[in-house]
């Protein structure tokens, strides 16, 4: 049973550029949530998808957006880079309309650097 | 003021020791109540949910109390493994599991 795969691990990229994040989740799951971690915090709630819609958001600047397709994966996008999106960004799969103290499944993470 | 917020720590405790962990929440909507734990580099995992009443699992004990808005996380007989960084995490009313997470708090155990 395959949990939450995420895509690329790692990255490096130049301020001002543009960055795709991927995301599977786990199986049977059909909502993913985005989280922003930057080091030596707790993740920040991004945005989460389900039916292929955008269904929350947290306060994030519209340079981040997303997409979720119709095998439920998911990509988030984040224009004009800045210094400060340098974080870990965590992808997180749960079943909507489940127990609302249900567990969230993360997966490891894609790590951006922006130099 | 965030949202959530815990003790800074780093916690650094000998192998055996009992620690506790603190946390409050300022949002008196929340309806649900977490500890993560994440390890280095690692991305965060559910160690146990919190409820009014109290939980147990092990060597770990939760309590909330909704009145005073505080969660709290009883680790006894630390063991080396144990050492991770806590997380408290709290869920509103509705939120579909839109989680707000604090800063979380190291934990050390030493031998």
């Known amino acids: 049973d395959a949990g939450v795969t995420q895509s690329p691990t790692h990255l490096i990229k130049t301020r001002g550029q543009q960055v795709t994040l991927r995301c599977s989740p786990k199986?049977?799951?059909?909502?993913v949530s985005w989280y922003q971690q930057a080091l030596g915090q707790g993740p920040q709630f991004i945005f989460q998808y389900y039916e292929e819609e955008e269904r929350q958001r947290g306060n994030f600047p519209d340079r981040f957006s997303g997409h979720q397709f119709p095998n439920y994966s998911s990509e988030l996008n984040v224009n004009a880079l800045l210094l400060g999106d340098s974080a870990l960004y965590l992808c997180?799969?749960?079943?909507?309309?489940?127990?609302?103290?249900?567990?969230?499944?993360f997966g490891e993470g894609s790590r951006l650097t922006v130099l | 003021r965030k949202e959530v917020e815990q003790d800074p720590g780093p916690f650094n405790v000998p192998e055996g020791a009992t620690v506790a962990f603190n946390c409050t929440y300022s949002n008196s909507a929340s309806q649900s109540f977490f500890w993560y734990r994440q390890d280095c580099r690692k991305e965060p995992k559910l160690l146990m949910s919190v409820y009014s009443s109290g939980n147990e699992d092990g060597r770990f004990t939760a309590q909330l109390n909704r009145a005073s808005q505080y969660i709290s996380l009883l680790i006894r007989d630390s063991k080396l493994s144990d050492s991770a960084t806590y997380l408290c995490v709290v869920a509103a009313s509705g939120s579909a599991r839109q989680l707000t997470f604090g800063s979380g708090t190291q934990l050390t155990v030493l031998p």
């Open positions: 199986s049977g799951h059909d909502t």
């Open positions: 997180a799969s749960s079943l909507f309309g489940g127990r609302v103290d249900g567990e969230l499944f």
